[in-house]
C-alpha cells in the first residue's frame, strides 16, 4: 500500500482502536466516524497487512511498531 493519506488512515484508526481498549464505538466517537467506517477500516488492515487486530500477541507488536513510527 502506497504511503498516502489511505496509509495513514489505517494506521491511525489502528492506534485509536488499542487506545480505547478495542472497543469500535469509542474509536469511532473519538475519530467522529461511523462505527462501520472503523470496522470497514480495521478489515482493509487486516487485509493489506494480514494482521488480526484480535489476537493480543499480534496487538502487542502493531502497538508498539505504530507507536515508533507515527510517536
Known sequence: MPKDKNYYD???TVRVYFEKDMDIIETAE???LH???IRYRLNKF???YDIDVSKP???MKLYIAIK???G
Open 10 to 12: 489505517l494506521l491511525k
Open 30 to 32: 473519538r475519530m467522529t
Open 35 to 37: 462505527r462501520n467506517t
Open 46 to 48: 487486516k487485509e493489506v
Open 57 to 59: 500477541y499480534e496487538c
Open 68 to 70: 515508533l513510527y507515527m
